[in-house]
T-cell receptor
Framework: KQEVTQIPAALSVPEGENLVLNCSFT??????LQWFRQDPGKGLTSLLL?????REQTSGRLNASLDKSSGRSTLYIAASQPGDSATYLC?????????FGTGTSLTVIP | DVKVTQSSRYLVKRTGEKVFLECVQD?????MFWYRQDPGLGLRLIYF???????EKGDIPEGYSVSREKKERFSLILESASTNQTSMYLC???????????FGPGTRLTVL
């Protein structure tokens, strides 16, 4: 069974800082990896999807990378803003199922 | 834009009650999922469905059942609610098994 880990569980940074969130998974046989954002009490919003054949995806200030051989993905956020404060989750897709990490809670301090 | 809606944002039920949670998606997606989310445990898959009238157990199906009579609607049923089913319930859908997963806003269920 796929296990997904996100470290750290919580992160605080000053506004404007660039930061990296980490996601590791145990089974390299994934179809894709997806990054989500979750605001308190809300559902998940998809940020980026990286297919297994891709190395990275970009959307605005966000860049996600995938290294299947090492079982790692990173989400890079450039020039962080207070509005980026949320919990970020990654999920590995093994075909029919998505396996989620427990998330990194990000606080961007004005 | 894909829209996934859930019937209630907040729900309070008594132990032993039968509870229905409904999820509707408007993008003709094949696959639909029900998760529960608990602090420290993350999202755990309860059931999923890849076609009308089809269902597959996820990691924690005990105490739950599902129904998918129409493609756009996936219902989660708690036959006899218990306090340990107090949780945030999230519904999601995908077009295909390797496509982006879209989530509804969630239902916060409290069982007293």
């Amino acid at each position: 069974k796929q296990e997904v880990t996100q470290i750290p569980a919580a992160l605080s940074v000053p506004e404007g800082e660039n930061l990296v969130l980490n996601c590791s998974f145990t089974d390299s046989a994934i179809y894709n990896l997806q990054w989500f954002r979750q605001d308190p009490g809300k559902g998940l919003t998809s940020l980026l999807l990286i297919q297994s054949s891709q190395r990275e995806q970009t959307s605005g200030r966000l860049n996600a990378s995938l290294d299947k051989s090492s079982g790692r993905s990173t989400l890079y956020i450039a020039a962080s803003q207070p509005g980026d404060s949320a919990t970020y989750l990654c999920a590995g897709n093994t075909g029919n199922q998505f396996y989620f990490g427990t998330g990194t809670s990000l606080t961007v301090i004005p | 834009d894909v829209k996934v809606t859930q019937s209630s944002r907040y729900l309070v039920k008594r132990t032993g009650e039968k509870v229905f949670l409904e999820c509707v998606q408007d993008m003709d997606h094949e696959n639909m999922f029900w998760y529960r989310q608990d602090p420290g445990l993350g999202l755990r898959l309860i059931y999923f469905s890849y076609d009308v009238k089809m269902k597959e157990k996820g990691d924690i199906p005990e105490g739950y059942s599902v129904s998918r009579e129409k493609k756009e609607r996936f219902s989660l049923i708690l036959e006899s609610a218990s306090t340990n089913q107090t949780s945030m319930y999230l519904c999601a859908s995908t077009a295909g098994s390797t496509d982006t997963q879209y989530f509804g806003p969630g239902t916060r269920l409290t069982v007293l």
